[in-house]
């Protein structure tokens, strides 16, 4: 499949919350059940199995491996790691950046109620936490190996940093070609929400 027709499905998935909201909890926390699935989106199991149904016929999540023991069937899904890396993010969203203002609001929505799924897994694995993986969270606070930032900021002080996070997401890029693993472990979030009078400054 051309990455174009990856994008244009990738989109289409993405105006629904619980779709992506799916394929984050796959990406964060690799293989999963509809049942677990359901505790960390917090939706029925029937909305996830169609969901889910849909996604692997799409491509992007993996048909289920299937696990018998005794008399009971689990199957577990993972996510299409392939279809993702096939799809240059610009790509991705020169599609998104030409939806019609519906799907676009949809996909943006839909987004940002994903950044609180990531966050509710990263929450609850903390605080399951033993105290010894807490004393090491408080010595790479003290290393500045963790980043916990919230900012209000003004649309001339917005534009200045934009630039900034442009050049971290290219180097991200390269780091994650560069030194690619199966299963990585550290989250880094990122999200730049500007003013809609934004562009008025910039004229």
Known sequence: MEPIDRANIMANSFKNPTKLGIIAVLIQKGEMTVTQISKIIGTTRSNLYQAIAELVSDGLVNAPDIRVSKNYVEKF????????????????IDVITSLSSDDFRDVTVSFLLTQSVILKIIAEEI????????????????????????SRLSDQSYLSI??????????LEELDKKHSVK??????LIVGIPSMDLLKTEK
């Open 77 to 92: 899904y993972t996510i299409n790691e392939e279809a993702f890396s096939g799809v240059p993010q610009e790509k991705l």
């Open 127 to 150: 605080s399951m936490s033993d105290d010894q993986s807490i004393g090491k969270m408080k010595e790479l606070i003290k290393q500045n190996k963790v980043f916990l930032s919230y």
């Open 162 to 171: 934009a630039p900034e996070i442009e050049a971290v997401n290219k180097k």
């Open 183 to 188: 299963t990585p472990r550290n989250t880094l």
